[in-house]
């Protein structure tokens, strides 16, 4: 019986890389299913409240978070936590159920804790989004929350039509 070994991640042909942007690695969200102000949403929707609630840089209201969510396709909250910034919305991506470039809509909320974002840290995941699918629509939310002390946290609200 012969043993295959698997090819590490330098030598595989570029085509079969996968990019954690594109392929998440796992998906650790669950599939329940839950009702927010009349749209079916997978994922916390308690975070949706959160997101309405909160004041900042740049506030969100319940008008926001309900043009993102599908009334035609599936919608999706996911969330990251992380003393990177990038490495929180890293996490917030890689539960996505899907590839970002299946996305039609979606919301990206940023909450910081003592230390406000970079403006470069927040240009560089608006370029990443742009580049992986130049059609998505994109609304920003900027708030603070002391409760994350020295941590970012992401929650993205996806919208991906069937």
């Given at each position: 019986?012969?043993?295959?070994?698997?090819?590490?991640?330098?030598r595989?042909?570029m085509?079969?890389?996968?990019?954690?942007?594109?392929?998440?690695?796992?998906?650790?969200?669950?599939?329940?299913?839950?009702?927010?102000?009349?749209?079916?949403?997978?994922?916390?929707?308690?975070?949706?409240?959160?997101?309405?609630?909160?004041?900042?840089?740049?506030?969100?209201?319940?008008?926001?978070?309900?043009?993102v969510?599908?009334?035609?396709?599936?919608?999706?909250?996911?969330?990251?936590?992380?003393?990177d910034?990038?490495?929180a919305?890293?996490?917030?991506?890689?539960?996505?159920?899907?590839?970002?470039d299946?996305?039609?809509?979606?919301?990206?909320?940023?909450?910081f804790?003592?230390?406000?974002?970079?403006?470069?840290?927040?240009?560089?995941?608006?370029?990443?989004?742009?580049?992986?699918?130049?059609?998505i629509?994109?609304?920003?939310?900027?708030?603070?929350?002391?409760?994350?002390?020295?941590?970012?946290?992401?929650?993205?609200?996806?919208?991906?039509?069937?």
């Amino acid at each position: 019986m012969s043993r295959q070994i698997p090819l590490s991640a330098s030598r595989m042909p570029m085509h079969k890389r996968q990019s954690k942007f594109l392929f998440p690695k796992h998906n650790p969200m669950n599939n329940e299913i839950s009702i927010w102000n009349g749209y079916p949403v997978h994922g916390d929707i308690k975070e949706l409240d959160r997101i309405i609630e909160s004041e900042g840089l740049i506030t969100l209201d319940k008008d926001d978070v309900a043009s993102v969510l599908s009334t035609e396709g599936e919608s999706y909250v996911t969330s990251g936590v992380n003393a990177d910034l990038g490495e929180a919305f890293n996490e917030a991506v890689n539960a996505l159920p899907c590839k970002v470039d299946k996305v039609d809509e979606l919301l990206v909320d940023f909450r910081f804790g003592n230390r406000q974002p970079k403006k470069s840290g927040l240009s560089s995941i608006a370029g990443k989004l742009s580049g992986i699918n130049p059609d998505i629509n994109i609304m920003w939310g900027i708030s603070s929350d002391e409760s994350l002390g020295d941590s970012y946290k992401v929650v993205l609200v996806a919208s991906v039509k069937a």
